[in-house]
Nanobody
Framework: QVQLVESGGGLVQAGGSLRLSCAASGSIFYSNAMGWYRQAPGKQRELVAVMTTGGRTNYADSVKGRFTISRDNAKKTVSLEMSSLKPEDTAVYYC????????????WGQGTQVTVSS
């Protein structure tokens, strides 16, 4: 059982920065991926950025060069540094944990709102 607790959301002007953090607790297996997804009103949930325990990353094209994901495996945390924010980044951001070796399953955080004003 894994629990994810997110923090760092808020309201920011376009061009500004925010840092999101997610702390995991419970039985954390070595081989996993942690990261962030987001969902805007009326849109499908989409991947923002993920990182595996071994350091492999995957970013959405829309955030490359602006967002940076990082992990601290000892502390079981993942963070997302967001800069040059745009109004289209406005969404609820969800932390995700996924086991990468069988049996595969995943957990989600409660979500944190990010609003970027123009």
């Amino acid at each position: 059982q894994v629990q994810l607790v997110e923090s760092g959301g808020g309201l920011v002007q376009a061009g500004g920065s925010l840092r999101l953090s997610c702390a995991a607790s419970g039985s954390i297996f070595y081989s996993n991926a942690m990261g962030w997804y987001r969902q805007a009103p009326g849109k499908q949930r989409e991947l923002v950025a993920v990182m595996t325990t071994g350091g492999r990353t995957n970013y959405a094209d829309s955030v490359k060069g602006r967002f940076t994901i990082s992990r601290d495996n000892a502390k079981k945390t993942v963070s997302l540094e967001m800069s040059s924010l745009k109004p289209e980044d406005t969404a609820v951001y969800y932390c995700n944990w996924k086991r990468l070796i069988p049996p595969t399953y995943e957990y989600w955080g409660q979500g944190t709102q990010v609003t970027v004003s123009s």
